[in-house]
């Protein structure tokens, strides 16, 4: 497991208020003086008035996943829709035994995607010169039935998923899609916690600033929205992976399909109003 970074905030001012009656502040709420997100000030009564100054900042952790999420399906083609139901029902419960045989969950197989719906077999008519609107033309002979069942397998392994990826397709899957290397949600709380104290941290720094450079200083935060942070998930194509050369594997070895993860990001925002006097 890689050793987490800190990402660099990045922070923007988003209004300076050094106006109002005594003991007022300019602003109701963290909102920007001049429409702008651009510090503005205004100016200052000769008696004392609370001045505010917001800010906004944004931090970023990055981390290794700890969870993933394969797509892979089964697909069917029939003369009637039961029986393209039944062969769908079939694959999927092989494929179902087979993931949980492994190891998997069933609980973390959902369903994502389920369709039966009926097709005309153009290939077949360009072979017999047959059109719609002919007078013999009898769309039945050439409809067919296409059905599919698709499902988000999450894997709780991430070092497993090119061995889940194996099994799928051993078992029959026909259509195996996107990997997104994610994070559990108690994983996803704590990185947005340090984003949030990062982009804090970054905020009061810049408040400070500001405050310094018109004569004041920082007494509080009045006011702190935060965000409830944005997940940044790698995503692989597992058929591009599995289709791609793969290192020798020993003798007495079954070559498997390997996936590179990389890092998940996560971002929190903030926007702080302070006092300043």
């Known amino acids: 497991m890689r050793r987490r970074e800190l990402l660099a905030a990045g922070g923007t001012v988003a209004a300076i208020t050094l106006a109002g009656c005594a003991g007022t502040s300019a602003d109701d709420g963290p909102n920007d003086a001049d429409g702008t997100g651009n510090p ?8 004392g008035t ?29 003369d009637t829709a039961p029986e393209a139901r039944d062969e769908i029902a079939t694959k999927a419960e092989e494929l179902i035994d087979a993931l949980v045989a492994y190891g998997i969950d069933e609980d ?13 077999d153009r290939q077949a008519m360009d072979e017999d010169g047959a059109r719609p609107g002919d007078p013999d033309f009898d769309e039945e002979d050439y409809t ?15 070092d497993a998923v090119g061995e889940v990826i ?15 290397y994610t994070l559990s ?29 018109v004569g004041a200083e920082i007494l509080e935060a009045t006011v ?38 990389g890092e998940v ?6 926007r702080i109003q302070y006092e300043m006097a």
Do not use: C
Request: aromatic share 4%; charged share 35%.
């Open 224 to 261: 702190v929205d935060a965000s409830e942070g944005r997940v940044s998930p790698v995503r692989r194509d597992a058929m591009m992976v599995a289709e791609a050369p793969e290192p020798t594997p020993a003798p007495d070895e079954e070559p498997a399909t390997g996936i590179e993860t």
């Open 166 to 180: 194996d099994v799928a397709i051993d078992a029959g899957a026909d259509d195996v899609g996107r990997v997104t």
């Open 108 to 120: 973390d197989i959902t369903t994502r995607r389920y369709y039966i719906r009926d097709r005309l």
């Open 40 to 47: 503005s000030v205004e100016d200052v009564d000769a008696s």
């Open 144 to 158: 067919y039935y296409q059905g599919s069942h698709d499902f988000e397998i999450e894997i709780h392994d991430v």
């Open 265 to 270: 990001t996560v971002t929190a925002e903030v």
């Open 185 to 213: 949600d108690d994983k996803q709380a704590d990185l947005r916690e340090e984003a949030l104290r990062q982009a804090i941290e970054e905020a009061r720094s810049e408040a400070d600033t500001i405050a310094d450079e």
């Open 50 to 78: 609370t001045r505010t100054v917001i800010v906004t900042n944004s931090g970023e952790v990055s981390d290794d996943p700890d969870m993933a999420v394969l797509r892979a399906g089964v697909e069917s083609r029939a």
